[in-house]
């Protein structure tokens, strides 16, 4: 099992902006948490996906780039899961993709 390294000098090096091919790496279940919005306390089920990018821009030390965002687990048509799932797809989600499209079929895919 690897140990807690000793932490860098000046924090986390960020990936240069801009547009990136990128591969999904994971898909993580977050589990249910409780969120606020406007007053209104609701448990939202989350996930996070993380994309690693790929080509020529590396870190310092040679790994690539990682980023990731964490998203509430939802269908809805104004959902960031599911804009961000149509924009990566190409398509948008029919009625029979709903109840069927598996999460996790995205690691692996590239973006």
Known sequence: MPKLPVPAEGGFEK???GTHVARCYEVLDLGT???TWE???KRQHQIWIGWEILGEERMDDGRPYVIGKRYNLS???KSTLRRHLTAWRGKPFSEEDFGRFEISDVVGAYC
């Open 33 to 35: 948490h409780e969120q």
């Open 15 to 17: 990936c240069p902006e």
């Open 75 to 77: 269908g809805h048509e």
């Open 39 to 41: 007053g209104e306390t």
